[in-house]
């Protein structure tokens, strides 16, 4: 993720330094920025090797977009926030999958009072990482915040998971509908999300529109802050 970032942010015209504070030597360390002018950051290394660059950036007033999870517990993750908070500087968790053309489609249609979703359907299948402890868990908060973000506040009413490599979930939303998430570890990549309303159906293909929705986020980002 931190690559696509850079890569965006690029793409929109600003200059990038690339640091990694786990790393190899070619890439930049954090003592090597702390005497340039930056207008804003962008932090998608492993939450362990985040604390010095919260700090630095918190103190410096630095506008800041953290990839999630904002820390490996609850408790890291609102250490962080209050930080941000009481210093009064800005600052953004990635969500690049609210910003894809479909899903900021129905979320307008939403905003303009359309007729709301009667059932949506999140179909994430897709390889394991070696970067990523639980894929399977990682798709579904992935495709849980989606949910939430487009029906509204929910509960979850079923979840089945079989031998680690499927989790089917279901959620009735507050307001009405059902969001159904089917995640699955399998070879081949496929993001889909289909709505159903009284009025009209959509059908999205989301891994196509991935670039798309980090380079939106970025814009939004940098957009907000200035």
Request: with cysteine; aromatic share 6%.
């Amino acid at each position: 993720m931190g690559r696509r970032h850079a890569d965006a942010a690029r793409q929109l015209g600003h200059d990038v330094v690339t640091v990694d504070p786990s790393a190899p030597a070619h890439y930049r360390s954090i003592v090597d920025i702390r005497n340039g002018v930056h207008h804003a950051a962008v932090i998608a290394v492993h939450p362990e090797h985040r604390n010095e660059i919260h700090d630095w950036l918190v103190q410096h007033r630095i506008p800041t977009l953290c990839e999630k999870p904002l820390g490996l517990t609850r408790t890291a993750a609102q250490i962080v926030c209050d930080a941000y908070e009481i210093n009064n500087v800005p600052l953004f968790v990635g969500h690049s999958e609210r910003f894809r053309s479909a899903v900021s489609a129905i979320r307008g249609a939403r905003a303009w009072g359309q007729a709301p979703i009667q059932r949506l359907v999140l179909d994430r299948y897709g390889p394991t990482n070696p970067r990523i402890s639980h894929p399977l868990f990682d798709y579904l908060i992935h495709d849980t915040d989606l949910a939430l973000w487009l029906m509204g506040p929910g509960h979850t009413v079923e979840k089945t998971i079989i031998e680690n490599k499927n989790v089917h979930a279901f959620i009735e939303h507050d307001a009405g509908g059902v969001s159904v998430l089917r995640t699955k570890i399998c070879p081949d990549i496929m993001r889909v999300m289909d709505a159903t309303c009284a009025e009209w159906n959509l059908h999205a293909d989301l891994a196509a529109q991935i670039g798309h929705g980090v380079l939106d986020q970025m814009r939004d980002f940098l957009h907000c802050h200035q």
